[in-house]
């Protein structure tokens, strides 16, 4: 009886063996897949459309600064917003959410009642756009199977004055525009309609993407971001044309989401876990 039992037994144990090394190559390969495939996104933001394609090139720079001061203040009321959904990612995007910070200000459309525009650089796609919280969260559709691994898109929004705000920011500011340096962060720390100077994320916008498939990405908060130049803002406007003083701004926001899914990890140890109990059972019943 013994002397057959053991040969079933031996190959029980090769066979739990082999499962168990099967299975623990898939997790490596899992593992090995999340630390590669990430769904994550990158927003730039800037005032200037072309600064987007142009980040670093001098020669864009000086034609960046050919503007005049009240050009320049129309701009950074009406900020681009640069969606990247990097190259790594395994999903499109379809969402891009955005809050105000400063909630003395609001999200107010850009044309007609349009909160975005679509920039020039990147037609094709179909977008729709509404708001929460009295204007306070921009919502972003992006139609026509998102935006995809690889792809970037750009489109223009628009900053408003909340009406309760409204007459004490004209007292300080005049009938000037808001400026999003001032609105979805303070520069340097300095929130200009408080009067305060400690660098703080606590009034600043936040920013996730859905992917579909893949959720919600960790939400990522602007810091007070440090500028260079700072004095020029709202009604503060530089005089003359072509000031390397006031150079053109880019701001950058990113976000993750994890792929695979902790539970997928979880099964496959578990997995691994019972196969090794099986295989030390099988070697106890031969002994």
Known sequence: MISRTLPILANRTRVAGVASL?????????MESAAQAINSYTANFSEKELKLSHPVDSAWEKWFQSDIGYQRMVERNS????LVNDATSTSP???FHLTIGDNRFNFT?????????LGRTTPGFALTSSTTTGGDDLVVNIGGGGLLPGQALKFKIKLGIDPSFDAAYKSSFGSSLPDYRTVLFDMNGVNVYDGTTDKSSADNA??????TPGGKSDTTVFPDEDV????YFNNNLRGGCCCAGDPVNLFTLEGTVPIPEPG????????I?????LGSRNRRLAA
């Open 79 to 82: 900020p681009f917003v640069e």
């Open 273 to 277: 876990a019972g196969f090794s109990r």
């Open 264 to 271: 997928s990890l979880a099964l496959v140890m578990l997995g």
């Open 228 to 231: 260079a130049v700072s004095q």
């Open 109 to 117: 459309p850009v044309v007609g009642t349009d909160l975005v525009q």
């Open 93 to 95: 995007i379809t969402e």
């Open 22 to 30: 099967l299975l623990s190559c898939s997790l490596v390969g899992i």
């Open 206 to 211: 936040a920013a996730y993407v859905i992917f």
